[in-house]
């Protein structure tokens, strides 16, 4: 790689105070953020940014502040041109770093950060910019902090059904099903209690289930509290989810694309153990009233209840540990670990 240093001080300077109307969407993983990041990337007024996790594994962690502290924005530029996920957005970076701001009384990471937003609310000629990562869930606070005037989207999504779709997924069926529930108790609980201190008007819940059944109401509502009118073309998300989705990501972000599986819940009534089940039902009971759901009552024989008891203690308590051990330092987020 070429030497990347700032050629001219003519270029306007990005102001970090006033970023873009921006949208974050998130939720615990395999809930729909992907399906609700598609139907509102085809509206006309929402611009998108593919799926990077740029704000939690750049920012959130200070990486690529760091870089630019020590190395400058050579060393920046690097740092993202070897990161694969913004590979996908095909940017030559140390061009692009020459446009914004790393005086060292700036925030070149964020300025950085806001100058993507800008550049793909500008090209599309929209009001709001969308990134959508499930993980951001645990970083609500750091979002309203940096990002004070920001929308954030939570999904909600009934968390057997979460637990099915992940034994199934690629990228997640390897890990232990008790990981799945820990990290669905510890996301969900985050987003809601991170979610509730915010402004009313820039915390939206969204019920995955409720999508299914009726994409255009839920749709309606979410849009009324983005003060953007409904548009019948986010019922016809394929194109948009097309320009979103990576070849590495197709195998299980496939359903993306379209049409809308409106029989997409329930699976874990036949892809669930009754001891998955039961265990789900007490560790994540909260989550499964929020996405209206019944918790049935699950006939296992006694050892498998006590064991099933226990285990959901174990979830609770590792839960506990995890939360209490992110206050302390910077951890990867629940579902990385």
């Known amino acids: 790689m070429s030497s990347c240093f700032l050629v001219s001080r003519d270029v306007q300077v990005t102001d970090n105070s006033r970023p873009p109307a921006c949208i974050f969407v998130?939720?615990?993983?395999?809930?729909?953020?992907?399906?609700?990041?598609?139907?509102?990337?085809?509206?006309?007024?929402?611009?998108?940014?593919?799926?990077?996790?740029?704000?939690?594994?750049?920012?959130?962690t200070r990486q690529l502040e760091n870089a630019f502290r020590q190395g400058g924005t050579e060393l920046a530029a690097r740092l993202l041109e070897n990161d694969q996920r913004l590979r996908f957005?095909?940017?030559?970076?140390?061009?692009?770093?020459?446009?914004?701001?790393?005086?060292?009384?700036?925030?070149?990471?964020?300025?950085?950060?806001?100058?993507?937003?800008r550049e793909e609310l500008t090209a599309a000629k929209a009001r709001y910019v969308l990134d959508k990562d499930p993980?951001?869930?645990?970083?609500?606070?750091?979002?309203?902090?940096?990002?004070?005037?920001?929308?954030?989207?939570?999904?909600?999504?009934?968390?057997?059904?979460?637990?099915?779709?992940?034994l199934a997924a690629d990228w997640s069926k390897n890990r232990h099903w008790l990981k799945h529930v820990v990290a669905n108790q510890v996301q969900f609980r985050a987003g809601c209690r991170h979610?509730?201190?915010?402004?009313?008007?820039?915390?939206?819940?969204?019920?995955?289930?409720?999508?299914?059944?009726?994409?255009?109401?839920e749709l309606g509502r979410l849009t009324r509290?983005?003060?953007?009118?409904?548009?019948?073309?986010?019922?016809?998300?394929?194109?948009?989810?097309?320009?979103?989705?990576?070849?590495?990501?197709m195998s299980w972000k496939k359903e993306t694309l379209g049409p809308l599986m409106t029989d997409n819940t329930q699976k874990w009534e036949t892809k669930l153990n009754s001891l998955q089940i039961f265990v789900t039902n007490l560790a994540c009971r909260e989550a499964?009233?929020?996405?209206?759901q019944p918790i049935d009552n699950v006939k296992i024989p006694i050892a498998a209840r006590v064991l099933g008891w226990l285990l959901a203690m174990a979830v609770s308590v590792l839960g506990f540990i995890y939360t209490v051990a992110r206050r302390r330092r910077p951890l990867p987020t629940v579902a990385d670990r």
């Not at 992907?34 to 959130?60: D, K």
């Not at 869930?137 to 992940?166: G, M, N, Y």
């Not at 979610?195 to 059944?213: F, N």
């Open 195 to 217: 979610g509730s201190e915010l402004p009313k008007a820039q915390y939206h819940e969204v019920v995955y289930e409720h999508l299914l059944r009726d994409p255009a109401t």
């Open 225 to 249: 509290r983005l003060d953007i009118p409904y548009d019948d073309s986010m019922l016809s998300f394929g194109n948009a989810a097309k320009k979103l989705v990576r070849p590495d990501e």
């Open 288 to 292: 499964i009233l929020r996405a209206g």
């Open 135 to 166: 993980r951001l869930v645990e970083h609500i606070r750091w979002l309203h902090r940096e990002f004070p005037q920001s929308h954030v989207v939570h999904v909600i999504r009934d968390p057997r059904d979460v637990l099915a779709s992940k």
């Open 26 to 60: 998130c939720g615990v993983g395999r809930s729909g953020t992907s399906l609700l990041q598609s139907m509102l990337c085809a509206h006309p007024q929402v611009a998108c940014l593919p799926e990077t996790s740029a704000v939690r594994r750049l920012l959130v």
């Open 89 to 117: 957005l095909d940017i030559d970076w140390c061009e692009f770093i020459n446009r914004i701001d790393v005086a060292e009384d700036s925030q070149p990471a964020k300025a950085w950060y806001v100058e993507l937003l």
